[in-house]
Structures are given as C-alpha cells and as structure tokens.
C-alpha cells in the first residue's frame, strides 16, 4: 500500500512562513494528484491545495490564493507547500493526501498521512 509521511509543520507568528512536505512511498504504479487538506478543532476537514501529477494543475482553497504554494517533485514523489503570509485562522492539523493507483491491475484510491500540525500566534 501507499504511505504519506508528512514534515515541516511548527509553531510560526503572524506574517511569518513555513514549507510542509509529504512524500509518498511504500507499492506505488502510479500517482494521479497529491494535495493538502486541513482541519481546525471543531471544523470539518477542507481542502487547502491539490496538484495533478501530470500536468502539474493545481486548484486552491480561496482562504489560501496568493499566499500559498504546490509544488510537486514527481521523481521523489513529494509535494510541497509554501506557506506565506500566514495567520491566525490557518492554524490546523494539515493532512497530506494523494489519489494512487499501487498496482497496474488497481483502481485508484485515497490515502492520507497522519497530519502535521501548523499552528499561527498572532
């Protein structure tokens, strides 16, 4: 099966960045898109951004335009996401996700990591 092991997540000020990253390993075929959602205390989990593999199109939460980054490394399997200009109402537990086939006869299918948490101070 596939595993995501997510990094980068911290305790940052107001204004201040951070760069998460999530790489994807274990019995992989084929990856069609990786992506990052979050979930704050209380709140359902919402997408912040997702990248295609193959074309490298990316959509992203309106909360978060202009302020953050995909990026993906599809030798190493990785995404990444810069996050400028942070705030307050960002903090959360961040989730890495990615729609994968883990074998040439497979469907794809969804797999998460286990979560990184961002938290903003203001």
């Known amino acids: 099966q596939v595993q995501l092991v997510e990094s980068g997540g911290g305790l940052v000020q107001a204004g201040g960045s951070l760069r998460l990253s999530c790489a994807a390993s274990?019995?992989?075929?084929?990856?069609?898109?990786m992506g990052w959602y979050r979930q704050a205390p209380g709140k359902q989990r919402e997408l912040v951004a997702r990248?295609?593999?193959?074309?490298?199109?990316?959509n992203y939460a309106d909360s978060v335009k202009g302020r953050f980054t995909i990026s993906r490394d599809n030798a190493k399997n990785t995404v990444y996401l810069q996050m400028n200009n942070l705030k307050p109402e960002d903090t959360a537990l961040y989730y890495c996700?990615?729609?994968?086939?883990?074998?040439?006869?497979?469907?794809?299918?969804?797999?998460w990591g286990e979560g990184t948490q961002v938290t903003v101070s203001s």
């Open positions: 996700n990615t729609n994968a086939r883990p074998r040439s006869w497979a469907g794809p299918m969804e797999y």
């Open positions: 274990g019995t992989i075929f084929s990856i069609n898109a």
């Open positions: 990248i295609i593999t193959s074309d490298g199109g990316t």
